[in-house]
């Protein structure tokens, strides 16, 4: 079955990460810290025939210091006092008549026009910091991949064409909803068979939301903010490479021996190489007085970010897709697939500064890799500075992988969770680490989550195996025993219930976790293990954080909830590529006897979904490249069979597996 694929196209479509920077200046007032556009074309198809979710949200002890912004820079107000007033540098809390930050976009969104764009996926060979070339899968020949961008209710339809020689593909459309939508989610062997070499596919999706950038690549949905800014400078992307090996290469090693070395970061997919041999920083202008509005998004395999601006202050006004009520601070802590949106006014003398992103240690095993952080740097309009005058590491506030703290990320459209169920309703998800032996006598790891070391089935996905047999979408919570074990299904049967998990790491490194289809709720986090009579009075119900990603502390817990209101299969997993490799993922199953309604006619017989997997199964006949490990990030390393040896588990010592891992969860 092969393909060296890219589920989400994530190892070198993406913008990767950069070299040694030096030290910060101290900022001022904050003690201790070292498009818009108008809506057009309707009307708009809604998709599914469900109501959009009520939001989910969060609590903890902050993790670093913060003050809150001065109540001019909130826009919320200003919104509800000046409604007819335009999106503009002093209004960015309107939108559209009967539109503005206020409004719950979970219920209702503008009527937006269509965009348009194709994206042929190819084979070619670049050097993102000037080093040697090496192989990478690009977008339309571009590194990072083109921008997609659009306003708040637009439709996007973009024709995916496969033009890898040796390998499927498919795009996951991370932080979209997709409500009702699901096989346009994009994940093979979950929503869709692979594309296959030479074949295409069409993906049509709505933004019911805002202010969404997407992780491996830029997607931008402009709508209403909740503080106002001049400048518009994009999206700023944090990654790493490993020069001199294919990712195959280096996931084949992450099985056997651990996290890889990575040979450098990138911002916006540029730096210079740690000898400074060749490459060049990114580069962003600021004009004197003015606000600008920039978009973090770590796009990284294994490396969590923190961010800074020498000499300024960070407004943070975003996360992931969620406006929320803006908080200041000098540093943001930024996990694999989040996103950050952030104001920074221009009030420093007219100079060059260095944009710091920085690798955390605590993460994984190969840490920063003693290459300091990645650097950009910000150039003042009218400064003869070319590049900063600093010259020292930067120091990380606080070195560990945490999220920003959860009583900061208030969201701006008020949504509480109905918490009452919660002490009898809350499902452990544990996660952890095991070993195999192959019939070579090497031992390999797998992650697990929920006690299954997640494959999925490129060929059968699991939307169409739900959707085409109503006996399997009618059974309610025995759907999982239905399918095969290995797929790591849960069912999630009744409709508006609201669903709490508690994900329990077993192991001392955190996860980066993330989920299709849903904002969810985060109730809170913690460190050991969750224990419901010590740690329900630490949970915040009203209100919480609500984001699509989140960390999950390592031997420590985060406790999520999310409202079933989205028909169909969607996929929860770790965010560092080689642990969703491994296996680290599962799939919510939701609303079940809802999908052979909304979904059969869309991939039963002679539709476009079954030609593309006609036209899969036909390519896999004679593919150069076995699926080898979850299929759910990379493959194709043709002698690496951990994966299917896992498969080949017997179903039963995997659910005895799972018995145990849910019992030592709740010790």
Not at 347 to 353: I, K, L, M, T
Not at 537 to 565: E, H, Y
Not at 639 to 662: I, P, S, Y
Request: proline share 7%.
């Amino acid at each position: 079955m092969g393909i060296k694929s890219v589920l989400s196209v994530l190892a070198a479509i993406a913008a990767v990460n950069a070299g040694v920077c030096p030290a910060q200046k101290p900022v001022d007032g904050i003690p201790g810290w070292a498009g818009s556009g108008a809506v057009d074309n309707g009307p708009a198809k809604a998709y599914g025939n469900l109501p959009a979710s009520q939001p989910s949200g969060g609590a903890a002890a902050p993790n670093s210091p913060a003050q809150p912004p001065d109540a001019s820079l909130s826009t919320s107000e200003d919104a509800k006092n000046n409604p007819n007033a335009p999106n503009s540098a002093e209004h960015r809390g309107n939108w559209a008549a009967g539109f503005d930050i206020n409004t719950d976009y979970t219920q209702k969104w503008p009527t937006g026009k269509t965009v348009q764009a194709t994206f042929t996926i190819t084979n070619s060979s670049y050097a993102p910091d000037g080093g040697a070339p090496q192989e990478m899968f690009l977008i339309n020949g571009q590194y990072p991949g083109p921008l997609l961008e659009g306003n708040w209710g637009d439709i996007f339809e973009v024709t995916v064409i496969n033009q890898l020689q040796n390998n499927g593909t498919g795009i996951h459309w991370h932080g979209f909803r997709q409500l009702g939508n699901n096989v346009n989610d994009g994940v093979s062997g979950v929503t869709e068979c692979p594309i296959p070499p030479g074949g295409e596919k069409v993906y049509r999706f709505q933004a019911t939301g805002y202010v969404w950038q997407r992780c491996h690549w830029t997607i931008v949905v402009h709508g209403p903010a909740s503080a106002n800014y001049d400048i518009d400078l994009g999206s700023v992307m944090m990654n790493e490479i490993y020069e001199g090996q294919t990712i195959f290469q280096v996931e084949h090693a992450v099985a056997r021996t651990g996290p890889a070395n990575a040979t450098n970061y990138l911002v916006n997919g540029k730096n210079i190489k740690p000898d400074l041999s060749s490459g060049e920083r990114e580069q962003f202008k600021f004009t004197p007085g003015k606000k600008h509005l920039m978009r973090f998004v770590n796009t990284a395999v294994d490396s969590h970010f923190k961010v800074q601006l020498d000499g300024h202050k960070l407004l943070v006004i975003a996360n992931d897709n969620v406006p929320i009520t803006p908080y200041y601070t000098t540093e943001v802590s930024i996990g694999i697939g989040e996103r950050y949106d952030i104001v920074i006014e221009a009030d420093q003398d007219a100079s060059a500064y260095y944009l710091r992103t920085i690798p955390t240690p605590g993460c994984s095993l190969n840490a920063n890799n003693g290459l300091g952080s990645a650097c950009a740097v910000v150039v003042y309009d009218g400064s003869s500075a070319s590049l900063p005058t600093s010259s020292a590491p930067a120091t990380i506030i606080v070195p560990v992988c945490n999220d920003e703290p959860l009583a900061n990320l208030i969201p701006i459209v008020e949504a509480s969770v109905d918490g009452s169920d919660f002490a009898k309703q809350f499902a452990p998800l544990p996660v952890g680490l095991r070993t195999a032996t192959l019939a070579s006598n090497e031992q390999v790891f797998l992650w697990y989550l929920n006690g299954v070391s997640q494959s999925v089935d490129w060929s059968r996905p699991t939307v169409r195996e739900v959707s085409g047999n109503v006996a399997i979408a009618d059974a309610g919570a025995n759907l999982p025993s239905m399918l095969p074990a290995e797929w790591s299904l849960i069912s999630l049967p009744n409709k508006a219930q609201w669903y709490f998990w508690v994900i329990q790491n077993q192991f001392f490194a955190p996860h980066p976790m993330h989920l299709h289809g849903h904002d969810f709720a985060v109730l809170g986090q913690g460190n050991g293990n969750f224990n419901p009579d010590n740690d329900m009075d630490s949970l915040n119900f009203k209100n919480p954080t609500r984001r699509d990603s989140v960390m999950l502390l390592g031997s420590g817990w985060t406790v999520i909830a999310f409202q079933a209101d989205n028909p169909g299969s969607w996929l929860m997993h770790c965010h560092i590529a080689f642990h969703v490799s491994q296996g680290l993922s599962l799939e919510f199953v939701e609303l079940p006897d809802q999908m052979p309604s909304i979904y059969g006619s869309q991939c039963g017989e002679g539709t476009a979904f079954d030609d593309q997997c006609s036209a899969w199964g036909s390519y896999d006949q004679s593919a150069v490249y076995p699926k080898s490990d979850s299929g759910l990030k990379r493959r194709g390393w043709g002698q690496n069979e951990h994966m299917k040896e896992a498969r080949n588990m017997d179903a039963k010592k995997m659910h005895m597996l799972n018995d145990q891992m849910v019992k030592r969860a709740l010790m």
